[in-house]
């Protein structure tokens, strides 16, 4: 990677039961998910990027400028950074205008256009509102447009969801997905909820007790046996894919990948418009023919790659690999043994539900 097209992370901090040990290349484009369990360092990854931790062997490049090494220290205020946080640490003393001025007021010449924010977080209708009063989802889009306003060049976000109940993070997730199609400023977002990472991240780092177990696209990363993504119950593989044709009679569309395509439930969308969407482990299953009295309307043929076994002992978590698209499918030792599957067989990949996430 160019190093003007990346940011560069290297930290060794420690605290008493607990060691962050990093050495991470990360594009400084789209959305980079920071993913892992409670405790495994995320937060203090990202304080590290903000400079608010001064580990002692410490080096930060963001697009070839160093903002830490061995020399050289940026402080947190002159690194032209947004943070977001699980709370919107809005003041409670000014309305929402007044908020944002404030992100406003300590903008440099290049900021972006003040009515480009509000008209890209919806916000334009509250701008007199007293903060006390707006939801949980309008504070954070409020919180994220200050961060904005202060035309950052990279974008922390920490948690920005976490506080929110269920119906609100459904409201924001259409923003946060604007952000990523719309802003070109890079978005380091830490999570521990799969299904927003899958929505919203290009390129995914997992953390486990302070290291980086991998890091990589989002796709790649979500189809590794190897790793604890693949186990999780809800386990899925993400697509990027672009609409290919509209069948209105049948209100499906057909979404085109390399190495095949998959319909789901029509999406207005124009045609070539890019769409992620996701395969959930569990909804694959495998024949050897491809079974033509079925109401499965997804079958494409794929390869055996390999094999792991799944938390439940019955099961079987077998990767595919579909002209060059990876696949998960989750089966029963069963089924493998009645089928005879074996790495490298050509079968066929059944697909029960497809889910447009982008
Ligand atoms: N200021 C501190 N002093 C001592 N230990 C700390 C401090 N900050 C974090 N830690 C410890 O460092 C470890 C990593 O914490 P961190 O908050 O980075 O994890 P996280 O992955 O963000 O977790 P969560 O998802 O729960 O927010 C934890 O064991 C935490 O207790």
Known sequence: MNA???IDARFRMAYPGFLLDIDLQLPARGVTAFFGPSGSGKTTLLRCIAGLERPPQGCLRVKGETWQDGKTFLPPHRRPIGYVFQEANL?????VAGNLDFGARRTREDARDRSTIIELLGIGHLLDRDVQGLSGGERQRVAIARALLAAPQLLLMDEPLAALERERKREIMPY???LHDELDIPILYVSHAIDEVSRLADHLVLLEQGRAIASGPMGEIAARLDLPLAQDDDA????EATV???DHDYHLTRFDFPGGCVHAGLRELPLAHPARISIQARDVSIALTPVEDSSILN?????????ADARHPAHLLVRLDVGGTPLLARITHRSRDQLGLNAGQRVWAQIKTVALVE
């Open 299 to 307: 079958r494409l043929p794929a390869v055996i790659e390999a094999f």
């Open 176 to 178: 946060l997905e604007r």
């Open 91 to 95: 003041f409670p003393h000014l309305d």
């Open 236 to 239: 899925s593989v993400m697509i």
């Open 4 to 6: 003007t097209l990346s």
């Open 244 to 246: 290919g044709a509209h």
